[in-house]
């Protein structure tokens, strides 16, 4: 792959420099702790990773970090896994993320956005005075700091005030979406055994209604630790027997009390598919978050008290997660609860518009279909207020870089492009949005501060200009501190510290090019990833093969050259059973109710058999990279698979493909 110097698709002007937060940051660090003053953002970066516990410190001095109890030191034991941040501190991540209602009371924290396209805001004292008025109800109702408090909830205000006051608290945040099948999350919640559970009775999806009352009712027989019940009528309807209503128990007007937790105590559960088993339920601290997101935030996307965040997500991604945190920075957050494209193609742009978004995010999906419709957004939308788009989930194409900077362009606006990449893993980015650094097409910009991010070959030497598999090779605050039910750390092990031991592999393949820009080539394992909603495989194996016809399947998720998501699901049928409409039918039924809407296959197909490890495993990478034009003997070792010829099925219809 060639990366030789071409010209910049975008460059930050000199007054965007000055002005940006990061460029304050390094002068401040500069004067107080050593870092370079010149140099821009590769000798920034430099210090970050080679001065690890002073950069750290930088950030949490320069965001006043409140620690009720001051830490020994910053970093304790720094080997991976098990880095030991900030021992002896003590401090509540809700705290810090409703300080601005002591100085913008009535400014809107939150805008809400349902598919009227109407935002409604909530300000900065109204969000506090729910999360206190909550988390005192649920401390009456037993919580403690370490019971789990799960999320059955819609992109709404009241799922940001039930995860503040479950943090208030010291309690553990979860959450799925409601387009989740019961199994699903129930696969989910019943690892971390919640003790409340807040629901919805329903949402509103692509202009209809969708029930769930009768999936809330199978979450509350499948939970046993459930002590409470909350309802949030989204529809109207009255609260099931049993259940407390939420307009009760946000009632009071209350100071909320944050209870002071030490550093690495839990925050949440935030849930990533491995390929076999159950979801790995991953845990991060409420200081690791809390210092990752203000340098994420604050520094890596510029955002402060002036600023309006929005990014498209659900309460089931990680990017939801993150969205909130915009509450670190002072920033208002905007929350969209409806489909990305209703009632038209373009709804996002119009809730960007309508919101006066300042940093706008979405998928790489949605930017490459508004390309494909022919939608012009910066020609129909006033989106004048718009400073940066930024995209996440898969990589974006060239051609979606140069469409939104030619769209923008034309209308006379210097948009900053971030293309961005990190993972559930550490709900945070490892390389993506530099405010002062040009934008290459296809490349993201820079790894991330404190991210010593490296590309490495299979015997675990650097390269540059070449890909490798993507590793960061000392710790960061977010990374988990542990995974769920798992008492010997072996599944978080095992999880990223197996290829090179000691060392973090995030299953992504990337080039870290010579101009310090970092180019993402998807996924080195077998997640599949749609929508920025992942999901393992092993999800839709049980969901498929519950039906009598299909004796085994294997589901592939490719990314496409032109920024597509090609997922086939790969069929063996019982003997006597037929590829009809009506099994069609029922497979992609399943997979939509029990599972999720986004994971329904794009085709289903009929195959001789599935090839497995001489253990039993389903080789899914191999035929991955046969599908994407790998050469047989170049994809798979062939003194590991049980039946080679099998192979052959899948490398003829690679060959069709391409």
Request: hydrophobic share 40%.
């Amino acid at each position: 792959m060639s990366t030789a110097n071409p010209q910049p698709l975008w460059q930050p002007d000199p007054e965007r420099i000055a002005q940006a937060h990061i460029t304050t940051f390094q002068a401040w660090a500069a004067e107080h702790h050593g870092a370079p003053a010149e140099g821009g953002y590769p000798a920034l970066h430099r210090w970050s990773v080679d001065h690890l516990d002073t950069f750290w410190k930088a950030v949490t001095e320069f965001f006043d970090v409140r620690f009720s109890t001051p830490y020994a030191r910053v970093l304790g034991d720094r080997s991976m896994p098990g880095a030991e941040w900030f021992p002896g501190a003590r401090l509540n991540y809700a705290e810090h993320a409703l300080r601005a209602a002591a100085t913008r009371a009535d400014e809107p924290a939150l805008l809400y956005v349902d598919e009227t396209h109407e935002p409604r805001p909530v300000t900065w004292a109204e969000l506090r005075r729910q999360v206190g008025s909550l988390a005192t109800e649920l401390r009456a109702l037993g919580v403690r700091p370490g019971d789990r408090v799960s999320g059955y909830l819609p992109n709404i205000p009241q799922a940001v005030v039930a995860l503040l006051a479950a943090a208030a608290v010291g309690a553990v945040w979860t959450s799925c979406a409601p387009d989740f099948g019961a199994r699903s999350v129930l696969d989910r919640f019943q690892q971390v055994e919640p003790v409340v559970l807040f629901t919805v009775d329903g949402y509103r999806y692509g202009g209809k209604e969708h029930d769930r009352r009768e999936i809330v009712a199978e979450l509350r027989r499948e939970l046993p630790t459930l002590r409470a019940v909350v309802h949030i009528p989204l529809l109207g309807t009255p609260a099931p027997e049993g259940a407390l209503e939420w307009s009760a128990l946000t009632a009071a007007d209350t100071e909320p009390a944050f209870e002071p937790v030490p550093f690495d105590h839990p925050l949440w559960v935030l849930y990533s598919s491995g390929t076999t088993g159950l979801p790995k339920a991953i845990v991060q601290s409420q200081g690791g978050i809390l210092v990752e997101h203000l340098k994420q935030l604050g520094l890596h996307c510029d955002l402060g008290p002036e600023d309006r965040f929005f990014w498209y997500t659900s309460t089931g991604w990680m990017m939801w997660n993150f969205l909130v945190s915009g509450l670190l920075t002072g920033t208002t957050i905007v929350l969209y609860d409806g489909s990305p494209g209703y009632p038209d193609i373009s709804a996002q742009w119009r809730v960007a518009e309508r919101t006066g978004a300042t940093l706008y995010g979405t998928s790489a999906a949605y930017v490459m279909a508004c390309r494909k419709a022919g939608v012009h957004p910066a020609r129909d939308f006033d989106l004048a207020r718009v400073q940066c788009v930024a995209t996440t989930g898969s990589p974006l194409p060239p051609d979606g870089f140069r469409w939104l900077h030619d769209e923008f362009a034309d209308s006379g606006a210097d948009l900053w492009i971030a293309s961005v990449s990190g993972g559930t893993d550490v709900c945070s980015c490892f390389a993506g949005a530099v405010p002062t650094l040009p934008v290459y097409t296809g490349e993201l910009q820079a790894p991330g501060l404190g991210t010593d991010l490296q590309s490495w070959d299979p015997s675990g030497r650097p390269v540059v200009d070449e890909v490798g598999e993507l590793v960061v090779t000392n710790p960061m605050p977010s990374m988990p501190i542990r995974f769920w039910n798992d008492p010997d750390g072996s599944r978080y092990h095992d999880s990223y510290f197996d290829m090179y031991p000691g060392v973090w592999r995030h299953g992504d393949w990337i080039t870290l090019t010579s101009r310090g820009s970092v180019i993402i080539h998807g996924r080195s394992d077998s997640t599949l990833n749609r929508q920025g909603v992942r999901m393992g495989s092993a999800d839709i194996y049980e969901v498929v093969e519950r039906l009598p016809e299909i004796k085994e399947s294997l589901v592939i998720g490719i990314e496409q050259p032109d920024g597509g998501y090609w997922m086939p699901l790969f069929v063996q049928l019982a003997p006597g059973a037929a590829l009809d409409d009506a099994l069609l039918d029922r497979i992609k039924r399943a997979i939509r109710e029990q599972l999720s809407p986004r994971h329904v296959p794009d085709e289903i197909i009929e195959v001789p058999g599935v090839p497995h490890t001489l253990t039993g495993k389903r080789i899914e990478v191999p035929v991955k990279r046969l599908l994407q034009g790998t050469p047989l003997e170049k994809a798979v070792n062939p003194g590991s698979i049980d039946n080679l010829d099998l192979l052959s099925f899948y490398e003829e219809l690679a060959r069709k493909r391409g």
